[in-house]
């Protein structure tokens, strides 16, 4: 009885180590458990890390960040085509307004082609009142001729702003005008005068001036140049200075060809007056008379005034000259016509 008693105890303290020892190792996987799933957890994301371009934030659903990725590249893509087909767009139109631009600067003037090699002489009369105007001429791009008259409060200086910027300078004389109650100004042939004190007079004139002159035209003068004795008073002292007159053709009983003939002295004839009508419109018809005489004669002079036109003349003939050269013309002076 003891015997049994003592294996049934054995038996009792066998069974409680063995159930303790299975509790504690159910606790054990129990404990371990986590620690092995967080670990292939981790093991997983890394993997999924370097084999993913762009990090996934597993708390956002991966469906919903691709697709604006994509939106987005989308976007991008549609931007640069718009601005492509936009720059497409623009250049050919910028390009076509500025061959209307060129094309209508081109058509500006209805200037025709120059014939028989046309000559384009311009002379500008009444210098001597102002500086300032006779400096937006002197300012043209071309060769050409100011008249200018004796004792006005600038004549000395207009003469010498003209020798400076090496243009050619007549004297212009003045002359008296078959309309008496018209005063031509200082310095002027008057019908009373006999051919000597004509020939004083012109040169004091021509001194006058302190510089060097080309020629010599009339200012007004319509009764002087249709009277025979007095022109070849006049054109007496051009030749002994060596210089040439141009009748400016203030009437149409000038004497001055006819006394130039007699004497051998070298005149001209003045063929278009540019500003009779000082506007921009019948200025330029003007022009165009003369350009239509150049064109049938092989030249043409072309009078107009200095402070009169001031404002007109200079920027028409500035804008002019680029076509009158690309269509043929030449700009000349009197003094080199052979």
């Known amino acids: 009885m003891k015997k049994s008693n003592s294996q049934i105890w054995k038996i009792w303290v066998l069974g ?10 159910l606790l054990l996987c129990i404990v371990s458990k986590p620690t092995s799933v ?22 956002i659903a991966q469906p919903t960040i691709v697709p604006q990725i994509k939106e987005n590249i989308s976007e991008q893509k549609e931007e640069a085509q718009i601005a492509e087909t936009s720059v497409q767009t623009t250049v050919p139109i910028v390009s076509e307004h500025d061959n209307k631009s060129a094309k209508k600067k081109q058509s500006s003037f209805d200037i025709p082609l120059a014939q028989k090699n046309a000559k384009l002489v311009f002379i500008f009369d009444d210098a001597g009142q102002s500086i300032s105007k006779l400096q937006k001429y002197t300012s043209l791009p071309f060769p050409f001729t100011v008249a200018v008259l004796p004792y006005l409060p600038h004549s000395r200086d207009c003469a010498a702003e003209l020798s400076r910027k090496g243009k050619e300078i007549m004297l212009h004389q003045p002359m008296q005008a078959v309309n008496l109650s018209i005063n031509p100004g200082p310095g002027a042939i008057s019908p009373d005068m006999d051919s000597f004190a004509i ?6 004139n021509i001194d006058s001036l302190g510089v060097k002159i080309a020629g010599m035209n009339n200012h007004e003068g319509s009764l002087i140049t249709s009277d025979l004795v007095k022109m070849l008073a006049v054109l007496k002292v051009a030749q002994e200075k060596g210089i040439y007159f141009v009748d400016s053709r203030t009437t149409a009983a000038t004497k001055v060809v006819q006394a130039g003939q007699l004497l051998g002295t070298r005149v001209f004839s003045n063929d278009v007056f540019l500003d009779n009508d000082v506007e921009r419109e019948a200025i330029l018809h003007q022009i165009y ?15 107009g005034h200095i402070d009169k036109s001031a404002d007109i003349i200079p920027k028409l003939l500035s804008e002019m000259y680029p076509e009158l050269i690309e269509k043929g013309y030449n700009f000349g002076i009197l003094s080199a016509v052979k």
């Open 38 to 59: 967080n670990t292939t957890t981790v093991t997983e994301k890394k993997q999924q890390i370097e084999t993913t371009p762009p990090p996934i934030n597993d708390n």
């Open 199 to 204: 020939e004083e007079l012109l040169n004091r």
């Open 289 to 303: 008379h003369g350009i239509e005489i150049a064109n049938k004669n092989g030249r043409v002079v072309m009078i």
């Open 16 to 25: 409680t180590i063995v159930a303790i020892a299975s509790l504690f190792l």
